[in-house]
């Protein structure tokens, strides 16, 4: 089972509709958890830290389910410059461990 | 904003020849790390550096990867003889001293061996 589970899409909306995404990890040790974005050819760029209680940044809104091993990130009145690939993102805690554990993406197509 | 500077931003180089990729880091971040990503694929791990020395390293990271922080500002990864599937965009980041508030990933550098 892959640690960090993303379906690839390409998720093909148009412009003003909601869209989510899903992730599932597999280590029940992880204890920080992203969404980060990704334009084509670029770096990784943080989008939001994930918490537990949910959180929400403009348009942007993050969940966590620690007994379900799952996160998601719902994005509201979708803009042609949301177009990117979405990357759920956990680091494993413990023994001083900070490296990330990527997901393979999600891609998003916003269009007019 | 702070950033995370790569150079060079695309480096051709012929197998078996080493190459030395150079980051510099956030001026008051400690941990520094590489990743890279094979096209198409996803992000991988490779190292994390804190103190001077290697805090963490995948798999990835085999005898012919080493890294360095010279002089206290560059961070550099070297690949001693590289390989046709070392083709691929290699990251740095840095953070300060958690975390919990992700990463600053540089621009990449694009290594291309031929």
């Known amino acids: 089972r892959k640690e960090v589970e993303q379906d690839p899409g390409p998720f093909n909306v148009p412009e003003g509709a909601t869209v989510a995404f899903n992730c599932t990890y597999s280590?029940?040790?992880?204890?920080?958890f992203f969404w980060y974005r990704q334009d084509c050819r670029k770096e990784p760029k943080l989008l939001m830290s994930?918490?537990?209680s949910g959180n929400e940044d403009g348009r942007f809104t993050a969940q966590l389910n620690r007994a379900s091993q799952y996160i998601s990130l719902l994005i509201r009145d979708s803009k042609l410059s949301d177009s990117a690939t979405y990357l759920c993102?956990?680091?494993?805690?413990?023994?001083?461990?900070?490296?990330?554990?990527f997901g393979s993406g999600t891609r998003l197509q916003v269009q007019p | 904003e702070p950033e995370v500077t790569q150079t060079p931003s695309h480096q051709v180089t012929q197998m078996g020849q080493e190459v030395i990729l150079r980051c510099v880091p956030i001026?008051?971040?400690?941990?520094f790390y590489w990743y890279r990503q094979i096209l198409g694929q996803k992000v991988e791990f490779l190292v994390s550096?804190?103190?001077?020395?290697?805090?963490?390293k995948s798999e990835i990271f085999d005898d012919q990867f080493s890294v360095e922080r010279p002089d206290g500002s560059n961070f550099t990864l070297k690949i001693r003889s590289t390989k046709l599937e070392d083709s691929a965009m290699y990251f740095c980041?840095?953070?300060?001293?958690?975390?919990?508030?992700?990463?600053?990933f540089g621009s990449g550098t694009r290594l291309t061996v031929v």
């Open positions: 980041a840095s953070t300060t001293t958690g975390v919990n508030y992700g990463y600053t």
């Open positions: 280590n029940s040790a992880s204890q920080s």
């Open positions: 994930v918490y537990s």
């Open positions: 993102v956990v680091n494993i805690r413990g023994t001083g461990r900070r490296a990330l554990t």
């Open positions: 001026s008051n971040h400690l941990y």
């Open positions: 550096f804190y103190n001077n020395e290697i805090s963490e």
